[in-house]
């Protein structure tokens, strides 16, 4: 279940993104969390977590 929430979390992002934007920096600019740590998420290492 948490694997679908966040792949299909990522596939909205990629969908609404401009093609030339990239995911992870903009990702890194809007919830402020390092670089490795967005790549980690999207990877499903780790889930996004929203509190």
């Known amino acids: 279940m948490k694997d ?4 299909g979390l ?5 969908e609404h993104l401009p093609e030339d934007t990239n ?3 903009y990702i890194m ?4 969390i390092g670089k490795e740590a967005v790549y980690r998420r999207l990877r499903g290492e ?5 509190l």
């Open 4 to 7: 679908a929430l966040n792949n």
């Open 10 to 14: 990522i596939k909205a992002m990629r």
């Open 23 to 25: 995911l992870a920096n």
């Open 29 to 32: 600019d809007v919830i402020s």
């Open 46 to 50: 780790v889930p996004f977590t929203f």
